[in-house]
């Protein structure tokens, strides 16, 4: 779910694990941040970040799809900035063949 602007703050109905403050960064800190972050989690943590930047919209997203090992659990663009919650994944390198 993508909200825009003059949509109301959703409050996500899942538990945040930490949280990633990210405003004031200029890209590509708030994605090189988050990917930080997410290293220090374990698999199925929530990370909530929240940036300024409008880099950040396109990058995490287009990371997390990448990633092709986490989820992006919800992305909300409102008044205060850029909202997303990823949940951290399995490493690639740990599953079995």
Do not use: N
């Not at 909200?3 to 409050?11: C, E, G, R």
């Not at 930080?36 to 396109?58: K, R, S």
């Amino acid at each position: 779910m993508q909200s825009t602007p003059a949509q109301a703050a959703f409050t996500p109905a899942f538990s945040v694990d930490h949280t990633l403050d990210a405003r004031g960064l200029v890209c590509p800190l708030p994605l090189l941040k988050t990917k930080h972050c997410l290293l220090q989690l374990e698999v199925g943590q929530v990370l909530y970040v929240l940036a300024e930047d409008t880099g950040a919209w396109t990058d995490i997203p287009a990371f997390v799809r990448h990633s092709q090992q986490h989820t992006l659990l919800d992305a909300q663009h409102t008044a205060t900035g850029y909202h997303f919650w990823i949940r951290k994944g399995e490493s690639l390198f740990s599953r079995s063949v």
